[in-house]
Nanobody
Framework: QVQLVESGGGLVQAGGSLRLSCAAS????????MGWFRQAPGKEREFVAA????????YYADSVKGRFTISRDNAKNTVYLRMNSLKPEDTAVYYC?????????????????WGQGTQVTVSS
């Protein structure tokens, strides 16, 4: 029902910034909560941030709070993740996901649709 494509990943030095984008297809994008997750090599996938369909509510993992900002532009069917003050431990494949129920819950089970991921590598 929804197709998600991430972009914007790359290689940055510690302390640098990146902005990830997730483009969604479908006319119901504005009704979906959107989330970002990440998975590092040998690690479990973990929640990063989420935003309600209206953009009025956001939720962040403690590990990224104050450094990352999630936002969305429903007119463009796009959700963003601005990442500042990047650390080597932020290195991971970053995935965006869509929650049709707009629950803003950080568990992966809430999200029905997933992108293919974009690699973020932070060098020390």
């Amino acid at each position: 029902q929804v197709q998600l494509v991430e972009s914007g990943g790359g290689l940055v030095q510690a302390g640098g910034s990146l902005r990830l984008s997730c483009a969604a297809s479908g006319r119901t994008f504005s009704s979906y909560a959107m989330g970002w997750f990440r998975q590092a090599p040998g690690k479990e996938r973990e929640f990063v941030a989420a935003i309600t369909w209206s953009g009025n509510s956001t939720y962040y993992a403690d590990s990224v709070k104050g450094r990352f900002t999630i936002s969305r532009d429903n007119a463009k069917n796009t959700v963003y993740l601005r990442m500042n003050s990047l650390k080597p431990e932020d290195t991971a494949v970053y995935y965006c996901a869509a929650d049709p129920r707009n629950s803003l819950f950080p568990g992966a089970e809430v999200y029905d649709y997933w992108g293919q991921g974009t690699q973020v590598t932070v060098s020390s």
